[in-house]
T-cell receptor, first 115, second 112 residues
Framework: DTAVSQTPKYLVTQMGNDKSIKCEQNLGHDTMYWYKQDSKKFLKIMFS???????INETVPNRFSPKSPDKAHLNLHINSLELGDSAVYFCASSLLLAGGFNEQFFGPGTRLTVL | QKEVEQNSGPLSVPEGAIASLNCTYSDRGSQSFFWYRQYSGKSPELIMFIYSNGDKEDGRFTAQLNKASQYVSLLIRDSQPSDSATYLC????????????FGSGTRLSIRP
């Protein structure tokens, strides 16, 4: 009955490799997000999809490519991993309501370590 | 200037006292303001949101908003050790409700 789930929880890999993180939500929300949280706890939005359509694409290297096969899933593929990609990646979902209310429900996070 | 600024702390408060967390934001078009709590190694969870100037109370938590000063705060009354966490201030604008900008968080420690 997990609301927002991510896999894997931990990911340790070598520089230059390609990896994917998967996210699924069963809340019926229409909007999903990827955030990166660095070692200083700064949580920065990377991408957002609304009903499978990309609506936010922050200044993120094009090595990062999100994919949303349906509105319950948002995956993140990262090519040619670099040391600076090491962080915790959070998936989130929300139901955008009139007036700007946007409660985000976060997944448990994926701790990525690039060696 | 960062879009959402918070004092990183740590803020140390004795158990039973009032903890006061502050946040300033730069975008005058901001409409919605959120406080998330994040325990170490866990994901953020929403604890309060506020839209209008003034105070909003929920149990031991009070959010305060002053749009003229571009300032939002969170008060925690009767602080408990379980309140020890990082508190993230977040802001969105009416024109871009889907984009939430987070501050870097304030680490709060409640000492017994």
């Amino acid at each position: 009955d997990t609301a927002v789930s991510q896999t894997p929880k931990y990911l340790v890999t070598q520089m230059g490799n390609d990896k994917s993180i998967k996210c699924e939500q069963n809340l019926g929300h229409d909007t999903m997000y990827w955030y990166k949280q660095d070692s200083k706890k700064f949580l920065k939005i990377m991408f957002s999809y609304n009903n499978k359509e990309l609506i936010i694409n922050e200044t993120v290297p094009n090595r990062f490519s999100p994919k949303s096969p349906d509105k319950a899933h948002l995956n993140l593929h990262i090519n040619s991993l670099e040391l600076g990609d090491s962080a915790v990646y959070f998936c989130a979902s929300s139901l955008l309501l009139a007036g700007g209310f946007n409660e985000q429900f976060f997944g448990p996070g994926t701790r990525l370590t690039v060696l | 200037q960062k879009e959402v600024e918070q004092n990183s702390g740590p803020l140390s408060v004795p158990e039973g006292a009032i903890a006061s967390l502050n946040c300033t934001y730069s975008d005058r078009g901001s409409q919605s303001f959120f406080w998330y709590r994040q325990y170490s190694g866990k994901s953020p969870e929403l604890i309060m949101f506020i839209y209008s100037n003034g105070d909003k109370e929920d149990g031991r938590f009070t959010a305060q908003l002053n749009k003229a000063s571009q300032y939002v705060s969170l008060l925690i009354r009767d602080s408990q050790p379980s309140d020890s966490a990082t508190y993230l201030c977040a802001v969105s604008s009416y024109s871009s409700a889907s984009k939430i900008i987070f501050g870097s968080g304030t680490r709060l420690s409640i000492r017994p």
